[in-house]
């Protein structure tokens, strides 16, 4: 991040207070960091301490002549790499829907011709509300990415679910992201290992699904697994990149959503299973979602409450299976896409590829990418290793190996960029091969 200059536009929520932490990891990074605040920011969090840790004058007033003279609200808006809206509340998400421009931070993210990051903070009840939700659907139409909000504790005593501010990390990443984004190169055919090509998949629509599912146990409780998300995400951003159209079908992840992506985020398998049946037709299918196995047959209507001290008494979850959606859509009589492709994760690294092989057999799908999520799959991954599972759940990293009709590829390890990457060329290739081939038929 050195030298890269962010404008970091601060909105009134409880979650203000966690701008300080921020400013102070971006300029660690080498990041120059300028502040705007909403005049409601400013019941949570003072000029003076914003100002005292970007090292730099905070502003927050429309109608201030001086600063209008010094800066003025468009020169705000165009000196800056990126613009970060953290925390988002739910009026400043309607106000950048709507066009507003009646203060200096929502003229400032009309007048910027700068890409704009939002990382979202409300009661879970106002982020679900249908007019939040239709904002953020035509803030994402209209390019501006997202960073969570992620589930977890509200202020508010009690309450819990998605709202809350996503953490450090993940919005250290998402600017990352977004600042990469634009240093990369233009898409154009390459070796294997390079971008995508523009073009390669030019008129073809690929579903995606990722991430994890959560199963709710209560209505703060719920069956959840270690995947991030990263190698689905990057498969749809290289889809994308390669001309496709890609409806991206995502579990609960703290990635930032890719941008020329339809993005649909569902929780549990079934309402998975359904936004993938609403988004087909499609040419190609890839399921790379470690989708649940199993959910709570009956979730509790309230919280369940726990009985001090007494084991015997904790509660029982009867599990039923949850529908296989990879093989759902591999083996349905109608809608079925050209080339289905499954993900097998196993931590037996032995029995990887025979188990791969029965996946492939049974599930009725026509590749299969295995990757070995074990232990010590990979210790260079940046993964948190300290958990059950090793560094590729969650890490940047990936060692797969590519089961088609044609046999079996071992790919090297590399960054599940490019293993997306690399996997777009091999379908391209592989529909390339199909059209020649029907036309050779055709004009025989
Ligand atoms: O059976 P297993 O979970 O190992 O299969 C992995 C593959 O099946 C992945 O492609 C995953 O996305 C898909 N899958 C699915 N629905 C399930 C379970 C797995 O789509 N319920």
Redesign the pocket.
């Known amino acids: 991040m050195n030298g890269t200059r962010i404008l970091l536009i601060v909105g009134g929520g409880i979650a203000a207070y966690k701008c300080l932490e921020l400013i102070r990891a971006l300029r660690d990074r080498g990041a120059c960091v300028r502040v705007v605040m909403t005049k409601a920011a400013m019941q949570f969090v003072t000029p003076l301490s914003l100002g005292a840790l970007s090292n730099d004058k905070v502003y927050s007033d429309l109608f201030d002549l001086n600063d209008e003279q010094e800066i003025g609200h468009i020169r705000l808006s165009r000196e800056a790499d990126l613009i970060v809206v953290a925390p988002a509340t739910a009026n400043l998400l309607a106000k950048m829907a709507g066009g507003h421009g009646d203060d200096l931070a929502s003229c400032v993210l009309l007048a910027t011709d700068k890409p704009v990051l939002v990382a979202p903070a409300m009661n879970p009840k106002m982020w679900a509300h249908r007019a939040t939700a239709r904002n953020v659907e035509l803030l994402k139409s209209d390019g501006i990415a997202f960073v969570g909000p992620a589930h977890g504790e509200m202020a508010e005593s009690g309450e819990a679910g998605e709202g809350r501010l996503a953490d450090l990390p993940s919005l250290l990443t998402a600017i990352d992201q977004q600042l990469q984004r634009q240093r990369a190169p233009t898409p154009a055919a390459g070796p294997a290992t390079g971008p995508a090509s523009g073009n390669l998949l030019r008129g073809k629509h690929i579903v995606i699904?990722a991430g994890p599912t959560h199963e709710p146990i209560d209505p703060v409780r719920y069956i959840a697994n270690r995947s991030s998300g990263k190698q689905g995400y990057a498969i749809a951003q290289a889809a994308a990149q390669a001309g496709a159209t890609v409806t991206l079908i995502a579990g609960p992840t703290n990635l930032p959503d890719p941008a020329g992506v339809a993005i649909h985020h569902v929780e549990t398998?079934r309402d998975m299973l359904q936004s993938v049946r609403a988004a087909l037709p499609a040419d190609i299918a890839i399921?790379?979602?470690?989708?649940a196995?199993w959910r709570v047959d009956v979730p509790a209507d309230h919280k369940i409450k726990k009985n001090k001290g007494s084991s015997a008494n904790a509660p029982a979850l009867r599990l039923v299976e949850?529908?296989?959606?990879?093989q759902n859509i591999a083996k349905a009589k109608k809608d079925r896409p050209s080339l289905v492709i499954?993900?097998?994760?196993e931590t037996q690294t032995n029995r990887l590829i025979e188990f791969a092989q029965a996946?492939l057999d049974k599930?009725g799908c026509d590749w299969i990418v295995a990757n070995d999520v074990s232990v010590d799959a990979d210790e260079t991954s940046g993964a948190n290793t300290a958990g059950v599972m090793g560094g590729v759940m969650g890490g940047d990293n990936n060692r797969v190996h590519l089961l088609t009709q044609e046999g079996i590829e071992d790919w090297p390890q590399m960054s599940k960029r490019d293993v997306a990457r690399r996997l777009i060329k091999a379908i391209a290739k592989h529909i390339d091969g199909q059209t020649s081939l029907e036309r050779k038929v055709g004009a025989s």
């Open positions: 699904t398998a399921f790379t979602a470690a989708v196995d949850n529908p296989d959606i990879l499954g993900f097998a994760a996946k599930k």
